[in-house]
T-cell receptor, first 110, second 120 residues
Framework: QKEVEQNSGPLSVPEGAIASLNCTYS??????FFWYRQYSGKSPELIMF????GDKEDGRFTAQLNKASQYVSLLIRDSQPSDSATYLC??????????FGTGTRLKVLA | DADVTQTPRNRITKTGKRIMLECSQTKGHDRMYWYRQDPGLGLQLIYYSFDVKDINKGEISDGYSVSRQAQAKFSLSLESAIPNQTALYFC???????????????????FGPGTRLTVL
């Protein structure tokens, strides 16, 4: 069964620090990987996606992909209390469907 | 106006009742999805549709049915609601994005605001 795994957290970091969120996936056929942010009771918002090995940066966010290790990460620089949310990792499972992880809860402490 | 809307936003119903959740989008996307989210279980795919005539079951379709009335509208029905269908329900749409020099494409999903359903 195809799976995406994340540590549920909470991951607590002080304001201004770098938050590092990790995700592993089981399907070597997955081509693209997505990070979503979800505030409590709200819908997931797309942060960024990555499909090539290496790093992809967008503002304070950097996604990292290592296909050999089947590992995806999201770094948040200069973390702010407003970044406190649950972060969902997803992998495409072919035929335009995603497999979602259960999310990591991030708490940024002021 | 929001690109993906869901109605109702909150609904409390009783066991055995039929209920319909509606989703509309102005993004012009062909692909639409219904998910449910339970605490600690992440997002689970119920049904998905690639166009008006193409509807597919997801991983947890039992007890649910869907209708794609138009490109912009995708409805989810619970024919006879039961308490374990209490959850947060999300509609999503997706667009194809090219991957640039590496070739291929990626479907990027965008979510509606959700419907909180409680079945008593």
């Amino acid at each position: 069964q195809k799976e995406v795994e994340q540590n549920s957290g909470p991951l607590s970091v002080p304001e201004g620090a770098i938050a590092s969120l990790n995700c592993t996936y089981s399907d070597r056929g997955s081509q693209s990987f997505f990070w979503y942010r979800q505030y409590s009771g709200k819908s997931p918002e797309l942060i960024m996606f990555i499909y090539s090995n290496g790093d992809k940066e967008d503002g304070r966010f950097t996604a990292q992909l290592n296909k050999a290790s089947q590992y995806v990460s999201l770094l948040i620089r200069d973390s702010q209390p407003s970044d406190s949310a649950t972060y969902l990792c997803a992998a495409d499972s072919g035929t335009y469907k995603y497999i979602f992880g259960t999310g990591t809860r991030l708490k940024v402490l002021a | 106006d929001a690109d993906v809307t869901q109605t109702p936003r909150n609904r409390i119903t009783k066991t055995g009742k039929r209920i319909m959740l509606e989703c509309s989008q102005t993004k012009g996307h062909d692909r639409m999805y219904w998910y449910r989210q339970d605490p600690g279980l992440g997002l689970q795919l119920i049904y998905y549709s690639f166009d008006v005539k193409d509807i597919n079951k997801g991983e947890i379709s039992d007890g649910y049915s869907v209708s794609r009335q138009a490109q912009a509208k995708f409805s989810l029905s619970l024919e006879s609601a039961i308490p374990n269908q209490t959850a947060l329900y999300f509609c999503a749409t997706s667009e194809r994005q090219t991957r640039g020099a590496s070739g291929g494409s990626t479907d990027t999903q965008y979510f509606g605001p959700g419907t909180r359903l409680t079945v008593l």
